[in-house]
């Protein structure tokens, strides 16, 4: 089955409490892209790639309920939002993956790798992870180093201590050593 491109993309801009998040959706609701303003060129620019022939309007996404509900703390909220990554195979197979790990748990790059029955994969794993379209509903800000230290976040290590700290997970926070 061939899946046609979006031909409309809706962008929408909802304030919480780290930032305005910036959430693209397609026709369907799908959500298609997920960053931070401060990182509003990269994210567009990777929209514009991915999806050449559509058209971004601003708008109100469906999303947005979902969204909001988390931030103000119905943790299990995101897990309604459809996503599509559109990324490879292995890509997919690492983003389902991240969306097994519980709310308030972490797992490191290795245990991702194992629960994908690829365990000497650890950097592709890693690579996989950091190109994640749909962050947040994808959560991947709950990968932490094997050391249960924090590790990057394509939104920046603040805002992944605190949705990790928002979700109740442990980490080992090098600041506040």
Request: glycine share 10%; with cysteine.
């Given at each position: ?168 997970a442990s980490f080992r926070d090098r600041l506040a050593a």
């Amino acid at each position: 089955m061939i899946v046609q491109p979006p031909e409309t993309l809706t962008l929408d801009r909802i304030a919480t409490p780290i930032g305005t998040a910036l959430v693209v959706t397609d026709e369907a609701g799908v959500l298609r892209a997920f960053n931070w303003t401060d990182y509003e060129d990269r994210m567009l620019a990777w929209v514009a790639r991915r999806y050449p022939k559509a058209a971004l309007v601003e708008g109100r996404s469906p999303a947005r309920p979902a969204l909001e509900a988390y931030f103000a703390g119905d943790l299990g909220a995101l897990s309604a939002v459809p996503w599509d990554g559109a990324g490879t195979a292995f890509q997919r197979k690492v983003w389902a993956a991240l969306c097994a790990i519980p709310v308030g748990e972490t797992w490191s790059y290795a245990r991702l790798a194992q629960a994908i029955g690829r365990p000497t994969a650890v950097r592709a794993v890693g690579l996989a992870n950091g190109s994640n379209p749909v962050a947040l509903v994808v959560p991947c800000h709950r990968v932490i180093g094997s050391d249960g230290s924090l590790t990057g976040y394509g939104g920046g290590l603040p805002r992944k201590r605190w949705l990790l700290a928002h979700e109740g997970a442990s980490f080992r926070d090098r600041l506040a050593a």
